[in-house]
Nanobody
Framework: QVQLAESGGGLVQTGDSLRLSCAAS????????MAWFRQVPGKEREFVAA???????YYGDPVKDRFTMSRDNSKNTAYLQMNSLKVEDSAVYFC???????????????????WGQGTQVTVSS
């Protein structure tokens, strides 16, 4: 069973960049498809990005062309590079992982078995 731990969140201003990290332990990161979700109070968890073991990436429409997800299996870490941040990007960001998922599952939070505790990202205007 893999454990996931996010880091890198913080308070930034509109237009700034931030990189989130998701460190895996207990199992090799390469065993899992990985994703980032985000959540604000009172709303459901929103799909942000996913990266398969093949390194193919997928993005939610609100972050496409601004965010980039990557993985470094040698460091057992996945990343989310966030550029041109907007106020509406403010949320708790969660890292998630699961054994190989089919394409239709990648954007669904309920398809992921393993989750980190989340890291807060706040973007001020």
């Amino acid at each position: 069973q893999v454990q996931l731990a996010e880091s890198g969140g913080g308070l930034v201003q509109t237009g700034d960049s931030l990189r989130l990290s998701c460190a895996a332990s207990g199992r090799p990161l390469n065993d899992y498809d990985m994703a980032w979700f985000r959540q604000v109070p009172g709303k459901e968890r929103e799909f942000v990005a996913a990266i398969r073991r093949s390194r193919h990436t997928y993005y939610g429409d609100p972050v496409k062309d601004r965010f980039t997800m990557s993985r470094d299996n040698s460091k057992n870490t996945a990343y989310l590079q966030m550029n041109s941040l907007k106020v509406e990007d403010s949320a708790v960001y969660f890292c998630a992982g699961s054994r190989t998922l089919i394409l239709s599952q990648l954007r669904r939070a309920d398809a992921y078995h393993y989750w980190g505790q989340g890291t807060q990202v706040t973007v001020s205007s």
